[in-house]
C-alpha cells in the first residue's frame, strides 16, 4: 500500500520502514535528514559551550546553553506568576463590584484592566502581532503595484527610480520621520490604537514591501508568450487575464518577495522596538541590556534565540502557504 505523506516527507522513510521496503537505503535517508542537523546543532551546543566559558564580560561569564537553559524557565516561571496576579486582581475587583451592586442595585461596576508588567510572552506576541500587520499593509500595497508595473513598461520605468532609491534605506532612518508624522496627525486624548504600536507597524511596512513588489514584477513580466497569446484569442478582460494567466504564473517569484519581505519585517521590528522603545522584543532585549544584572546576558541570548526561532517558523509558514496555493509543489525548502 502506497502512503503519500507529502506535507510530512521526513516521515515516507520511517513507515516504509516499518513496511519493510529497502530498509537500508531508509535508514540513510533518516540519518541524512534527521541525524546531520542534530549533529550541527550538536557541535554548535559544544563551541558555543566552550568558548562562553572563556569570555569575561563586566556582568560575568557569556552565558552558554545551560545558562540560557535557565533564564527560558526562570522567563517562564515570571510569566505564569504575572498571570495568576492578574487573576487574583480580576477575582478581587468582581467580588468588591458584587458587593457593591448587593448594596445599591444603581450601582454601575467599574471594571479596570490589570496593569501590570508585561511577560516575556506577552512582548513575543506584541511583536508577532505589530509585525504581521505591518506585513500584511505592505504586501496590500506590494502586490497590486508589481503586478502593475510588471504589465507596463511605462509603469516600471516610472516606478523604478523611487524603488531603488528608498529600497536599501535603513529603518533607523525611517523611524524618526515616521514617529513625527504619526505624533503630528494621530492626536488622540484615548487612542485605541497606541501610537508605539503604529510607528512600529509603518516601519516594519515602509521597509519590507519592496521585495514583494520587485519580485512581484519581475514574475509578472516573464510570464510565456504563450499564454498572453492564449489570453488575446480568448480576448479575456484584465481583471480575468490578471486572475487565470498573471497570477497563477507569477506565484512562484511573488512568494519568493513575500518570504524575503516577512524576513526584513521581522528584523526591521526588533531593531525599531528597540530604538523607540517600542513594546515587544526589541524592547526585552534593550531593557534587559540596560538593567545590568548578572541574568541580563542570559536573558538576552534567549531573546535571541527565540528571534532566531521565530523567524525560522515564520519563513516555513510562508514555504507552507505558497506549496498550498501553488502549481509549484517543488517550491525550495532551504
Not at 541524512?32 to 558555543?48: R, S
Not at 448587593?102 to 516575556?120: F, L, N, Q, S, W
Not at 513575543?124 to 509585525?131: A, F, K, N, P, R
Not at 522603545?277 to 541590556?289: C, I, M, T
Request: with cysteine.
Amino acid at each position: 500500500m502506497n502512503i503519500a505523506l507529502s506535507n510530512l516527507p521526513w516521515l515516507e522513510p520511517i513507515v516504509k520502514i516499518i513496511q519493510g521496503d529497502n530498509i537500508s537505503q531508509n535508514v540513510q535517508i533518516i540519518a541524512k535528514a534527521i541525524g546531520v542537523p542534530l549533529a550541527g546543532i550538536l557541535v554548535f551546543l559544544m563551541i558555543w559551550h566552550g568558548a562562553a566559558s572563556n569570555i569575561e564580560t563586566s556582568l560575568g561569564n557569556f552565558p552558554g546553553p545551560a545558562d540560557v537553559y535557565e533564564q527560558s524557565k526562570g522567563l517562564i516561571t515570571e510569566h505564569f506568576a504575572e498571570r495568576e496576579k492578574a487573576e487574583a486582581f480580576y477575582e478581587r475587583q468582581d467580588e468588591r463590584n458584587a458587593a457593591r451592586m448587593a448594596d445599591d442595585p444603581d450601582y454601575v461596576p467599574k471594571i479596570r484592566d490589570y496593569t501590570g508588567k508585561a511577560t516575556y510572552f506577552d512582548q513575543i506576541l506584541t511583536s508577532l502581532i505589530t509585525v504581521m500587520t505591518g506585513f500584511i499593509l505592505a504586501s496590500i500595497i506590494a502586490i497590486p503595484l508589481g503586478i502593475l508595473t510588471g504589465l507596463s513598461s511605462t509603469l516600471n520605468a516610472a516606478f523604478n527610480p523611487i524603488i531603488q532609491i528608498f529600497k536599501p534605506v535603513s529603518p533607523l532612518a525611517w523611524l524618526p520621520l515616521v514617529t513625527m508624522v504619526v505624533s503630528a496627525v494621530y492626536v488622540s486624548d484615548d487612542p485605541t490604537v497606541p501610537k508605539s504600536f503604529i510607528n512600529s507597524m509603518i516601519t516594519v511596512m515602509l521597509c519590507s514591501l519592496w521585495p514583494t513588489l520587485l519580485n512581484t514584477s519581475v514574475g509578472v513580466a516573464s510570464i510565456s508568450p504563450d499564454l498572453q497569446n492564449v489570453s488575446q484569442v480568448l480576448r479575456l478582460n484584465f481583471i480575468t487575464h490578471v486572475t487565470k494567466i498573471v497570477l497563477p504564473s507569477a506565484i512562484p517569484m511573488m512568494f519568493t518577495g513575500l518570504r524575503l519581505s516577512l524576513g526584513i519585517a521581522w528584523m526591521v521590528l526588533i531593531a525599531a522596538e528597540m530604538l523607540a522603545q517600542n513594546p515587544g522584543l526589541g524592547k526585552f532585549v534593550w531593557d534587559e541590556f540596560q538593567n545590568g544584572s548578572s541574568d541580563s546576558l542570559g536573558r538576552i541570548m534567549v531573546a535571541v534565540i527565540t528571534i532566531g526561532l521565530i523567524g525560522f517558523a515564520l519563513d516555513r509558514l510562508m514555504l507552507s502557504l505558497q506549496k498550498a496555493v501553488s502549481w509549484d509543489k517543488s517550491a525550495n525548502v532551504r
